[in-house]
C-alpha cells in the first residue's frame, strides 16, 4: 500500500503532457499545467508549472494512469474526511489539498535505495510522485522548488491593473516555503517604475510581502524603500499602522522604512497622529523617526 502526502503547493495539476529532463548533476526537471487558485473553479486557463528536484538518486516514469493501475493499493492521507470542500481548504490554508504531487510515506522503494544512494544517511533523501493523466513519475531526491511560467511584461501590467484582494496568493510571502518570490519580484520592477497603474490593495500587499521576506531571508529587495514609501504616500494617517507594521519585521525593514520622501503636512499630521495614541512606548521610535524629518525640513 502506498501512502501520499500532499505537498503543500500553490497549484492543482491538470495536465496530459507530463515532461521529465533528467540532468546529469543529479537534477531533474518536471514542467506540468494545471490550475492556480483563481482559476480553479472554472478550470479554463492553464498555467505551466516546472519542478525542480535537487539531489537526484533515481528517476521513474510510468506511462500509465497512476490510479487505474494501482486501484486500491495507494491511500491519500489529509485529504478525505474534511468539512470543507477542496477551494476553500486551499483559499484558508494557501495549499492545494490534492494538487497531484505527493511525498511517499514509509516507501519501500526508498528504504531499498537508501543503502545504495545514502548509506551514510547524510542526503535525506524524499521519495516524491508526481500524477500526469495517463502517466506518472516517482522521483527520489532530497529536495525540489517550483517556478510558474514567467509572464511577459504585458501580461505583468495586465495583473497589476486587474489585481484585487483574491489575487494575493500569488504574490504572499509563504513562510513555510516562499513559491511566489520570483512572480512578486516581476511585479515589483514593474510597479516601482509606475506607481499610478497599482492599486492600495496591491501596493499594500506587496509591502508586506516584501517586510515578510526580508524576515524570513535576513535580506531585503533593493527597492523595499518605495513601496514604505507608497504605502504612506497612499494613506499616512490611514496606512501607518500597517507601514507599521512591515518596518518592524526585521532589522532590514526597519533600516530601509526610514528612507522616506513625504511632504511636510504628511509628516506633521503622522507626528500628530502617533502622539495622540496612548501607547507611547510602541511608537516612541516612529515619533523620533518623524520629529527628524520634520527638522531636516
Known amino acids: 500500500m502506498l501512502i501520499l502526502k500532499p505537498e503543500k503547493v500553490n497549484f492543482k495539476i491538470s495536465t496530459t503532457n507530463l515532461l521529465a529532463k533528467y540532468i546529469e548533476d543529479a537534477k531533474v526537471e518536471i514542467i506540468v499545467e ?16 516546472s519542478i525542480e528536484f535537487n539531489t537526484v538518486a533515481e528517476l521513474r516514469c510510468k506511462s500509465v494512469n497512476f490510479g487505474e493501475t494501482n486501484y486500491n493499493s495507494f491511500k491519500i492521507i489529509d485529504v478525505k474526511n474534511r468539512d470543507i470542500d477542496d477551494y476553500n481548504f486551499w483559499l484558508n490554508n494557501e495549499y492545494c489539498i490534492d494538487s497531484g504531487f505527493y511525498k511517499v510515506e514509509k516507501s519501500k ?14 542526503l535525506n533523501l524524499k521519495h516524491f510522485l508526481i500524477e500526469g493523466y495517463d502517466s506518472y513519475v516517482e522521483i527520489l531526491a532530497k529536495d525540489y522548488k517550483v517556478n510558474i511560467k514567467k509572464m511577459t511584461e504585458k501580461e505583468l501590467i495586465e495583473f497589476i491593473k486587474e489585481y484585487s484582494e483574491s489575487d494575493i496568493h500569488y504574490i504572499k510571502c509563504n513562510l513555510e516555503e516562499d513559491t511566489n518570490y520570483d512572480f512578486r519580484m516581476a511585479i515589483c520592477e514593474i510597479a516601482k517604475n509606475d506607481f499610478s497603474i497599482c492599486s492600495d490593495t496591491l501596493i499594500i500587499d506587496l509591502f508586506i510581502a516584501l517586510s515578510n521576506s526580508a524576515k524570513k531571508t535576513f535580506g531585503i529587495y533593493k527597492n523595499y524603500q518605495l513601496f514604505a514609501n507608497e504605502t504612506l504616500n497612499r494613506g499616512h494617517i490611514k496606512y501607518f499602522e500597517i507601514y507599521l507594521e512591515g518596518a518592524t519585521k526585521s532589522f532590514d525593514t526597519l533600516i530601509a522604512s526610514g528612507i522616506l520622501n513625504l511632504d511636510r503636512q504628511k509628516i506633521i499630521e503622522i507626528i500628530e497622529y502617533l502622539e495622540n495614541k496612548n501607547d507611547k512606548n510602541k511608537y516612541e521610535l516612529m515619533i523620533s523617526r518623524f520629529n527628524k524629518f520634520l527638522e531636516k525640513g
Open 109 to 122: 522503494w526508498l528504504n531499498e535505495m537508501n543503502p545504495i544512494y545514502d548509506p551514510n544517511k547524510n
Open 34 to 49: 494545471g490550475f492556480l487558485i483563481n482559476d480553479y473553479i472554472e478550470r479554463k486557463k492553464y498555467t505551466e508549472f
